[in-house]
Structure formats: C-alpha cells, structure tokens
C-alpha cells in the first residue's frame, strides 16, 4: 500500500513536467502570503458537473501558494495533485491542465461526516470501478499525485503472508524509498471527490472539502532495475502492493474528464513495464511522521541494526 511518500518538486518544475496551464504560482509568489495573480485564476475554475458553490469555498485550501518540499507526506496533509477541469465562463468546454492542493484521504459525497477519510488513501485497481465510494469519482474524477517516490517498510515472509490473508497485521520494520530508477517524476494515479460539510454554512471557507486517493495495484515481482546491496530483490519482497505509477504515454487519457467508458479506463490501469524502479533502505526517522527533511531519503548501505529478524 502507499501511506507515506516524498514530494520535493515545486510547482514551477511541476508546470513543465505535466504542462500545468492553471495553478502555479510565481517563485516569488509562492513565498508571499497575500493572494497572488494565479490564485485569483484558479479561484475561477468551476466544472459543471460538481454542486454549485462547491468551488468558491475550497480555492483558498486548492491553491498551491506558499509550499515547500514534503519528505515525509502522511495520510490527511494536503498535496499537490494534477487533473484536468474546464474552466468557469471560458469561451470552450475544453478541460484545462490544473495544479492544486487537495486533502489525502477521500472522503465520499454521500458520506455523513470526514471520519474513516484516513483509512481511504488508496483505492485498490482490481475494484476501484465497482466500489461505491470510488466508481463516481473513477469515472469522471481522476488526478495525478506527482511523487519523488514512496516509503514501504520490509519484514519477515511470514508475516507478509499473514498479511495478505488479512490474519495479522505486520509491524512495520525496515523502511525502503521506492523511487524511478532514472529520477524522473514517479505520477501515481489517483482520484479526487467533493464532500459538503452539512455542520457549516453556505459561503464558509471549510464548507467543502475536495480529497484525493491514491490508486494501488499488485506490487512487481520482477527484479529491480536497481536493487539494494542486501535484501529485497523485487517490490513484490517488501509489500504485495504498491502505488500504481502512471507512465506519460498514460497521463492524458487518464486526466481527461471526458473519458468515462469503465472498460477503457480500467486498461489504464495495467501496471508500468517491469525495471523501472530501484528501492534502497533508508533510516527508521521516516516512522515518525514529525521528522521531515532530505535526509530522510539518504540510502543505507544496508538494513539499520536490529530492524529486521
């Protein structure tokens, strides 16, 4: 599964890797805590298909302004994300590329209230098009969360396949970074859904709430394109899932609101070539949600003393 990754790129690098034309505030910009010119753009994004007033409150959260790196992204932070929307009063429906900030951990339409959004960071890819709480949202709701890679903790066979067979649940031990082995930008598919909070007025700031999943799919049994000096040889070594990445053959097909027919977005789903990736031990700081810095990504020689079995 994924419940912790690393997000170092900035939105102007972010810009020209998925070509982002909403959303991206200036360098300078992005230090001043007054409103900037793209926030006031991205303010203006609306989809018709959504509630109305459904985008006026939520901008303020939305909007990338000030940010900095995230070493240690954890379950409920707002991230950055990628889709792909039209634009309020333009003079075409088209879909406009968008960069903005939602909360991880999907919360459903119907839901009553926010609680359990932790426990929906990921939405499993055999069954995300029949889940109530992500069909919708897989049919005309789809984003990208832009990751330098993510963190997976190893430990013995044993328990893994306990785990699998959902008879226990493992402790975590040696963290891994999981990351392309090239260092490009590791897009994991995702989806994103409104939440009207029933408990606050029309024109509230905190009246709608826009979250986002992380899809995730059999984790690759193939040799890694780069593997640690001891230990795991494959993903499939360290944890049976895994986020799935999206290569850029896939990106707009997959962000493309007007796409919706299930059959041909579940073939978007099919896992990337095999030996993309290079996994590589990293300290236990990462467990500790508060720490945050590059050198949580500094690779071991090997498993840290009494990690492992």
């Known amino acids: 599964m994924c419940g912790r990754y690393a997000a170092s790129r900035g939105p102007e690098d972010l810009a020209g890797i ?28 609306h989809d018709s298909q959504e509630p109305q007033g459904s985008q006026k409150s939520q901008e303020a959260r939305e909007e990338p302004g000030p940010l900095v790196p995230d070493y240690n992204v954890a379950p409920t932070k707002e991230v950055l994300v990628v889709l792909d929307r039209p634009l309020k009063d333009a003079a075409s429906p ?22 359990g959004a932790a426990r929906m960071i990921n939405a499993r890819a ?10 919708q949202a897989f049919a005309t709701r789809r984003c990208i969360l832009p990751a330098d890679g993510y963190y997976e903790w190893d430990t013995g066979r044993e328990e893994r396949e306990l785990e699998v067979e959902g008879r226990r649940k493992r402790a975590r031990k040696q963290p891994y970074f999981v990351t392309p082995a090239d260092g490009s930008v590791f897009a994991m598919a995702g989806l994103y859904e409104f939440w009207r909070d029933p408990t606050l007025p029309d024109g509230h700031p905190r009246s709608w709430w826009v979250t986002c999943s992380v899809i995730t799919t059999e984790a690759e ?18 944890h049976p899932r895994m986020p799935l990445m999206l290569t850029p ?14 059959a041909e977005l579940r073939e978007l ?19 500790n949600v508060r720490n945050n810095g ?4 500094k690779e071991l020689s090997g498993p840290e003393e009494g990690t492992l079995f």
């Not at 055999?126 to 992500?134: D, L, M, S």
């Open 18 to 45: 998925f070509g982002i034309e909403v959303g991206v505030p200036s360098a300078r910009e992005s230090q001043e805590p007054q409103e900037s010119n793209a926030s006031r753009e991205s303010q203006e994004t």
């Open 94 to 115: 088209r879909p406009v590329r968008q960069l903005r900030r939602l909360r991880w951990g999907l919360v459903p339409s119907w839901s009553r209230s926010p609680e």
């Open 126 to 135: 055999e069954t995300v098009h029949e889940k109530p709480a992500y069909r």
């Open 221 to 238: 049994t193939a040799p890694l394109a780069v593997p640690p000096q001891e230990g795991p040889r494959s993903l499939a070594d360290i």
């Open 249 to 262: 053959d896939r990106w707009d097909a997959w962000l493309d609101p007007r796409h919706t027919d299930t």
């Open 269 to 287: 789903l099919a896992p990337p070539p095999e030996g993309l990736m290079r996994a590589y031990p990293v300290g236990s700081a990462v467990s």
């Open 294 to 297: 590059p050198e949580l990504l």
